[in-house]
């Protein structure tokens, strides 16, 4: 089992930076793939970043160049840096990550709100 608990969250004024983080806990080294997804309301859930065990990424194209995803392995911890926020980017943003025997884990969310 992996748990998975973020936080970052907030109201931001468009153009503006916040960078949300992602805790992980339990069993850790089964992780192979972890990324971050939003729902604004009364849309799906969507894709924002992904980030696999070799390094690489993968952004929607909504987000590239604005959004950047990293990990820190020592800390157990996953990352979204978000520049150049517009309110469009205004969503719930939850953590994701799939196991090895491709479970896959969600946080409980955090809020993010761009304002005009």
């Known amino acids: 089992q992996v748990q998975l608990v973020e936080s970052g969250g907030g109201l931001v004024q468009s153009g503006r930076s916040l960078r949300l983080s992602c805790a992980a806990s339990?069993?850790?080294?089964?992780?192979?793939?972890m990324g971050w997804y939003r729902q604004a309301p009364d849309k799906e859930r969507e894709l924002v970043a992904l980030?696999?065990?070799?390094?690489?990424?993968h952004y929607a194209d909504s987000v590239k160049g604005r959004f950047t995803i990293s990990r820190d392995n020592t800390k157990n911890t996953l990352y979204l840096q978000m520049n150049s926020l517009k309110p469009e980017d205004t969503a719930v943003y939850y953590c994701?990550?799939?196991?090895?025997?491709?479970?896959?884990?969600w946080g409980q969310g955090t809020q993010v709100t761009v304002s005009s």
């Open positions: 339990g069993s850790i080294s089964s992780i192979n793939r």
């Open positions: 980030i696999f065990s070799s390094g690489a990424t």
């Open positions: 994701h990550a799939n196991d090895r025997y491709s479970r896959a884990y």
